[in-house]
């Protein structure tokens, strides 16, 4: 009877820290800097081939990432003179998937959106562009992000991939919990 109970208080423990752990791992450190929030800056309507995507976090803080971006693998620009459309040329002339814009003057452009990074409210991107106060470029660990279209289907491949990987790692913690049931 003791082994059972110690056994039990012990599985509880293992799960919770297996969803400790995951909450960690998808949770982000924010960064303390504040900036007001534009009330005339809005999200620019995205020119053909792109189409607004949302609005992610960075992920370089993220526990485990060891300072991966969530645009990662690619190009990126820092520009005073950065606007949505220079970031969304800059990043077609490259032919890349992904296209974003944080902080105002940062433009990333890359395949794949990482894994890690959530999607985020809209009002989470809220600092005008530092080259046109009319348009939204980003946040504070946040990306205005755009995806180029194209005939093919690329960009549906993403999702899937995001999803299996936050399913995956519950999975993985039902599974664990499920062997140390049985020993």
């Given at each position: ?31 303390t800097a504040s ?149």
């Open positions: 009877m003791a082994f059972s109970t110690v056994f039990s208080a012990r599985l509880l423990v293992f799960i919770a820290s297996i969803l400790a752990l995951s909450a960690h791992t998808l949770a982000q450190t924010t960064s900036h007001p929030a534009s009330t005339t800056a809005t999200i620019l309507p995205a020119p053909s081939p792109w189409s607004y995507y949302g609005c992610w976090n960075e992920t370089t803080l993220a526990a485990g990432t060891n300072g991966a971006r969530a645009l990662a693998g690619g190009v990126e620009e820092d520009l005073s003179t950065m606007t949505a459309d220079v970031c969304l040329a800059y990043c077609k002339s490259a032919s890349y998937t992904f296209a974003g814009i944080e902080y105002t003057r940062e433009c990333y452009c890359a395949n794949l959106l990482n894994a890690i990074s959530n999607k985020l409210p809209d009002s989470s991107c809220d600092l005008p562009c530092a080259g046109n106060s009319s348009q939204i470029c980003g946040g504070d660990l946040a990306l205005t992000v755009y995806q180029q279209q194209s005939t093919t289907t690329k960009g549906a491949g993403v999702k899937a991939a995001r999803e299996a990987h936050v399913g995956s790692v519950l999975a993985l913690g039902i599974a664990i919990a499920f062997l140390l049931c049985l020993a």
